[in-house]
Nanobody
Framework: QVQLVESGGGLVQAGGSLRLSCVAS????????MAWFRQAPGKEREFVAA???????YYAGSVKGRFTISRDNAKNTAYLQMNSLKPEDTAVYYC????????????????WGQGTQVTVSS
């Protein structure tokens, strides 16, 4: 059974930092592209960052320079380091996985976590 479990969300003041973690089980993690998406209340889900199987990384323009995606295949874990957080970063953040090639499209990811809430106060 494939599982993705996110953690690390919380309440932080604007300008602060959080690190999200996503632990995967039930799959060969190193074969998967991993990504983070987010969904704010009343808005559609949007792409945040993605990490290919090797070193390729992709970011949404709104988070580039502030967020960093990484992965530790030995721990079956993906991370999203979020710095200089803004109130508009408030959302539920979801980890997603798909086999082989990285994608920026949520509908191309097969596996999803339950989400973790990030709230940034002004």
């Amino acid at each position: 059974q494939v599982q993705l479990v996110e953690s690390g969300g919380g309440l932080v003041q604007a300008g602060g930092s959080l690190r999200l973690s996503c632990v995967a089980s039930g799959r060969t993690f190193s074969n998967d592209a991993m990504a983070w998406f987010r969904q704010a209340p009343g808005k559609e889900r949007e792409f945040v960052a993605a990490h290919g199987r090797s070193v390729s990384k992709y970011y949404a323009g709104s988070v580039k320079g502030r967020f960093t995606i990484s992965r530790d295949n030995a721990k079956n874990t993906a991370y999203l380091q979020m710095n200089s957080l803004k109130p508009e970063d408030t959302a539920v953040y979801y980890c997603a996985a798909r086999q082989l090639a990285v994608s920026l499209r949520g509908d191309e990811y097969n596996y999803w976590g339950q989400g973790t809430q990030v709230t940034v106060s002004s």
